[in-house]
């Protein structure tokens, strides 16, 4: 209806030229306003049907974003692992099914095995969002105790990339100065090299075996436990190759060894910006003891969760000793799809278990790597 409406207007604009041109009589003239008052006519039905156009897609975003959250409260995830893929039924098979497209559609492939799609996994806790508190649980009032790793990524302000579509390059370059240029001087030329950081889909996956009981369960906050399990070891497995990445970085200054005030102030001239520090927790064990100068009252490097005012964190994930700081929104996340679910029930079939496989298409590089500063306690 609306397209129909812009060719009609665009008509009448059309023929309105026509009207206008060679010479201008009054009865022309009466007609050249008659024609305007109707193309401004035309341009508020226009304007209404694109308001309520507007409106129309809210709405069925709103009622969209229901039916996902609908989905998601019914989604059985134990069901789902009890089937299989071959016996998927309901809505477990259509979330299965749609997990499968979203592979196909991002270019990233699908081979075999359970899919758990964005779409779930999007209503559920999300490690990068900073939601950590979710996951770092030793104790529960359920069937399930875990002791995780806390994960610091989020926390960090990196760049998270979703639903991707094959490889995703990443262009970096020196920071540009500008700078005031005398009459007839030459002004500073820069080139812009095409260095990049790519994201490629990698397969990363964790082991975890459950007794085919467990799987009779019906707690619904057990099985989002468990999701949540999936999902912290893929962010896990994300975050360790972050900082292995990082440990590969070449040190600074040999001479920064020392848990000393003035080599973390030092460190800091190596990068342009720095919006947090991350540390072993080695390393952070030995600051928050440090002093910043001999003798009482001088205050201790760590204070506050910070050093020099910048946020400071610790990771178990940060080999010994290691000391980063730098702009952390250099570092790159990339998403593909969602969560597959590869099953081996023959392994463990004896002891009445079945082994899952839990893997994402995923990578993670740090985009410039002059970004960041690196400094190893002795």
Not at 269 to 288: D, E, G
Not at 315 to 328: D, M, Q, R
Not at 351 to 378: C, P, R
């Amino acid at each position: 209806m609306l397209n129909e409406i812009l060719i009609k207007r665009d008509a009448k604009i059309a023929e309105l030229k026509n009207m206008i041109a060679g010479e201008m009589t009054a009865e022309k003239r009466a007609s050249v306003e008659a024609m305007k008052s109707e193309i401004e006519g035309i341009n508020k039905d226009i304007e209404s049907m694109r308001f309520l156009e507007a409106q129309e897609k809210t709405e069925a975003r709103k009622e969209f974003g229901k039916e996902e959250k609908k989905a998601n409260a019914r989604y059985d995830l134990f069901k789902a692992l009890r089937e299989g893929v071959n016996g998927l039924t309901g809505l477990e098979k259509e979330m299965h099914d749609y997990g499968v497209s979203e592979y196909s559609r991002n270019g990233a492939g699908y081979t075999e095995g359970l899919v758990i799609p964005q779409m779930i996994l999007s209503q559920r806790a999300d490690v990068l969002s900073s939601n950590t508190d979710k996951f770092i649980k030793t104790s529960q009032d359920s069937q399930l105790h875990v002791a995780n790793t806390e994960l610091i990524l989020g926390k960090l302000g990196v760049q998270v990339y979703n639903d991707l579509v094959g490889n995703f390059d990443i262009p970096s370059m020196a920071e540009l100065t500008a700078a005031f240029v005398a009459e007839d001087a030459t002004s500073t030329v820069v080139t812009v090299t095409d260095a990049k950081a790519t994201l490629t889909p990698r397969f990363i996956a964790a082991n975890q075996i459950f007794s085919r009981q467990l799987l009779n369960q019906t707690s619904v906050e057990l099985q989002n436990q468990i999701l949540n399990q999936f999902l912290f070891a893929v962010e896990k497995g994300i975050e360790q190759e972050a900082f292995n990445q990082m440990s590969g970085l070449t040190t600074s200054n040999a001479a920064y060894t020392g848990a000393t005030w003035a080599n973390l102030l030092a460190l800091q001239s190596y990068v342009p910006y720095s919006n947090a520090i991350v540390t072993s927790r080695t390393a952070m064990a030995t600051l928050k003891a440090a002093q910043k100068a001999t003798g009482s009252g001088n205050g201790f490097i760590w204070s506050d969760g910070t050093i020099d005012g910048i946020p400071t964190y610790s990771s178990s994930l940060v080999s010994a000793k290691h000391i980063y700081t730098g702009n952390f929104k250099e570092v790159v996340v990339g998403n593909w799809g969602g969560l597959i679910v590869l099953q081996d029930a023959i392994t463990s079939k004896s002891k009445g278990k079945i082994e899952y496989q839990v893997a994402k298409m995923a990578d993670v590089k740090i985009a410039n790597t002059a970004s960041f500063a690196k400094m190893v306690l002795a």
